[in-house]
């Protein structure tokens, strides 16, 4: 059974070397959010067949990596394809299973109302007054960097040392969901 969309007539224009490396192209477009370039590509194949090449390669990819299918289970949706472009899709697989997977959860993540980017700490002394230094208050100053729907916001905070604990508790409590999530 050939996987939905991908076609023998149209993979087949090229060989498994330069598949492969096609195939690298689209998990980097999976991950990092660029397509490839046509334009190496344009003596093979017209407009409508890249994008139809594109696009049905990177849903079985994903799909690949989503069900986590095992050796056996790609090549049975890959009936029909020829063994060298078989054995392009099991390497490529292989070995940026991991890429696509995170990909994956990002992708996930996103949906998300807002996703944590970057955070900046900094901890400061407060007096509370300049002839009495030694009534003195840490508290921590944290700026965050926040993706909201593509846009990126910048949050910046002052937490006493009772509302550090408080947020350290919550972040592992989180963390600990995370990780059973993960197994």
Not at 161 to 171: G, H
Request: proline residues 2%; glycine residues 4%.
């Amino acid at each position: 059974m050939m996987a939905a969309g991908l076609r023998q007539d149209l993979l087949g224009k090229v060989d498994g070397e330069r598949f492969e490396t096609l195939l690298h192209e689209i998990v980097d477009w999976v991950c990092r959010g660029a397509a490839p370039s046509y334009q190496p590509y344009s003596q093979t194949w017209d407009l409508d067949s890249w994008w139809h090449v594109l696009n049905s390669t990177k849903s079985f990819l994903l799909l690949a990596v989503k069900e986590n299918l095992s050796k056996d289970g790609v090549l049975e949706h890959l009936t029909g394809l020829d063994p060298d472009h078989q054995q392009c899709f099991l390497q490529v697989i292989t070995s940026r299973k991991e890429d696509i997977r995170l990909a994956l959860i990002s992708a996930t993540a996103a949906i998300s109302q807002g996703a944590l980017e970057d955070l900046d700490w900094q901890v400061k002394l407060v007096l509370s007054s300049d002839k009495i230094s030694s009534v003195q208050k840490p508290v921590l100053g944290l700026d965050l960097a926040v993706n909201k729907e593509g846009q990126r916001e910048s949050l910046s905070l002052e937490l006493s040392q009772e509302e550090v604990a408080s947020l350290v508790t919550q972040l592992e409590a989180a963390n600990k969901v995370v990780t059973q999530m993960k197994t």
